[in-house]
Nanobody
Framework: QVQLVESGGGLVQPGGSLRLSCAAS????????????MGWYRQAPGKQRELVAI???????NYVDSVKGRFTISRDNAENTVYLQMNSLRPEDTAVYYC?????????WGQGTQVTVSS
């Protein structure tokens, strides 16, 4: 069983910044949790959930085109934590942001955190 706890969402004006965090924890029958890929997805009202950014254990990253140059994904492997630094936020970035982690226990989702970009 793995838990993903997200934080950092909120209301911000266009052009502002937010930093999301997601910490993974868990154990199963004495096995040590090993996190592989971690990523951030988002879902806006009436739209499908989309991948925003993903980072491998080794630090390779990939971004959806709409956030390239504005968002940065990073991780702390020792803490099983992934971050999403979001700069130059736009109203179209408004969505619920979900953390995702693939591990030796399987794939898991966080509960979601709301990001609203509005003046």
């Amino acid at each position: 069983q793995v838990q993903l706890v997200e934080s950092g969402g909120g209301l911000v004006q266009p052009g502002g910044s937010l930093r999301l965090s997601c910490a993974a924890s868990g154990t199963a029958s004495g096995r040590i949790l090993r996190i592989y890929d971690m990523g951030w997805y988002r879902q806006a009202p009436g739209k499908q959930r989309e991948l925003v950014a993903i980072i491998t254990f080794g630090g390779n990253t990939n971004y959806v085109d709409s956030v390239k140059g504005r968002f940065t994904i990073s991780r702390d492997n020792a803490e099983n934590t992934v971050y999403l630094q979001m700069n130059s936020l736009r109203p179209e970035d408004t969505a619920v942001y979900y953390c995702n982690a693939n591990s030796n226990f399987g794939g898991y989702w966080g509960q979601g955190t709301q990001v609203t970009v509005s003046s």
